[in-house]
């Protein structure tokens, strides 16, 4: 080529598809996996439903399905949308605020993309990675972020989010993910309160992420964004991914909020738009599913029966792992996730598992190095001498060591067993180097 024509990266991986490069050459090997590093429900043995499946038959039927959208998104159902926020009565929606892409990833690439490159979002940490990747790419530095307490059920760290915000001023909006991805917390409306309070006070406006909002157990209760923004800016993300769960239909959403009340954030809200007007519209056939799956008879129970799910794996991790010496574990209460955390000075280079075929020990070992943070080095001999496939928790931006692993697996017997292996060899790579 003429000149390098490659954009600088940022030194980071998107380690949950990464890591799977890894276990592929570990297959070729012979080295049975199991999958924890994603959370695609159908990859773990998920069934939709056969109501589900004949609602989307039914559809394929009309023409309409085939054709573009608007750009925004089928008005049908962002009208049906507007409706279910607006019957809680806290705030009145039109369907006009509420904009479709192609997956929730699309949409917050377009959201950190349209802003001023000096223009900053504090977000969680750990984070998930889509956010993260998002706004380093649209800034070029790490973000700011305020931390969330892992020896407080992960709570997030209300005082620091509010110093940061005051003290820097390039700060323009707070990321919210509830529940949250990595950690399964479940944001308490007083929180929710209080960090809307801040935005207020400080000139802020609102992302919150609300993937996983029908995704809650263990008797935890929050409140959507929705119900206490007041006329504070700000926008809800959701989507079917993990819902219904249809993630290869790659649908996601945004309901804009108090965008009339601030002109500032009304160019904003345009210039995503504008950006959206390039590809023309989202995806038909999900968009047009989604009033007719959502309000099907069987949606409710459906729903409730994969939470109790989700519970019970819930309840299996935390029951085999809180008292495993070395880490710090708490119970997941929303999305399926579950987060554990090494105690500091755990870990180090020295430790290892064994490995018993070679191949598969000299391959892991080769692309290990003395940089390698030290969470990733346990993931990578995990995988090797196991086959258990989790996510380091320093991907997600974090200086906390630990791994995240998923509570999707459909044979709670099979499930109980990975844990239980997890935790073995949790306490034997920590004593290896003693």
Not at 128 to 141: D, G, R, V
Not at 356 to 366: G, K, N, T
Request: charged content about 25%.
């Amino acid at each position: 080529m003429r000149f390098d024509i490659a954009k600088s990266g940022t030194g980071l991986t998107y380690e949950i598809r990464n890591i799977v490069g890894v276990a592929d050459k570990l297959r070729k090997y012979g080295k049975k996996i199991t999958w924890e590093n994603i959370g695609d429900p159908i990859a773990k043995g998920e069934t939709v439903p056969d109501w589900m499946k004949d609602t989307l038959i039914e559809l394929m039927r009309d023409d309409g399905s085939y054709a573009y959208s608007p750009t925004k998104g089928i008005n049908e159902t962002r009208e049906f949308i507007a409706e279910e926020v607006s019957r809680r009565g806290k705030y009145q929606l039109h369907m006009e605020d509420i904009i479709f892409f192609n997956g929730l990833g699309d949409a917050i690439a377009r959201a950190y993309s349209a802003m001023r490159i000096d223009a900053r979002i504090i977000m969680p940490e750990p984070t998930y990675s889509t956010h993260l990747l998002s706004e380093i790419h649209h800034a070029s530095f790490p973000p700011n972020t305020y931390r969330m307490n892992p020896y407080h059920n992960w709570h997030p760290d209300i005082a620091e989010l509010e110093r940061k915000v005051k003290s820097h001023n390039t700060i323009v909006g707070a990321l919210v993910i509830n529940p949250d991805n990595p950690t399964g917390f479940v944001y308490p409306p007083k929180t929710i309160q209080k960090i809307v309070s801040i935005a207020k006070e400080y000139d802020l406006f609102l992302i919150f992420d609300e993937t996983y909002r029908n995704i809650i157990y263990n008797d935890q209760q929050t409140l959507p964004l929705s119900d206490v923004i007041g006329d504070v800016p700000g926008m809800s993300m959701k989507g079917i991914s993990k819902e219904f769960p249809w993630p290869g239909a790659r649908c996601g959403w945004i309901e804009v909020y108090n965008a009339d009340k601030d002109e500032t954030f009304s160019r904003y809200i345009a210039a995503i738009l504008t950006q959206k007007m390039s590809e023309v519209c989202s995806t038909t056939l999900p968009q047009m599913a989604i009033p007719k799956i959502m309000t099907h008879p069987e949606y409710g129970a459906y729903l409730e029966a994969r939470n109790r799910h989700y519970e019970r794996l819930s309840s299996t991790a935390f029951s085999i792992l809180k008292d495993v010496p070395y880490i710090v574990v708490n119970r997941t209460n929303g999305a399926f996730y579950m987060t554990v955390v090494f105690n500091e000075a755990v870990l180090n280079s020295r430790q290892n598992l064994a490995v018993d075929e070679p191949a598969i020990r000299d391959y892991a070992e080769s692309i290990m190095s003395d940089k390698m943070e030290y969470d990733k080095r346990f993931v990578y001999y995990l995988l090797a001498a196991t086959g258990i496939c989790l996510v380091p928790l320093t991907s997600f931006f974090t200086s906390l060591p630990g791994f995240r692993l998923t509570l999707l697996e459909k044979d709670e017997g099979r499930f109980e067993e990975t844990v239980q292996t997890i935790a073995s060899k949790i306490v034997e790579y920590v004593e290896s180097s003693r």
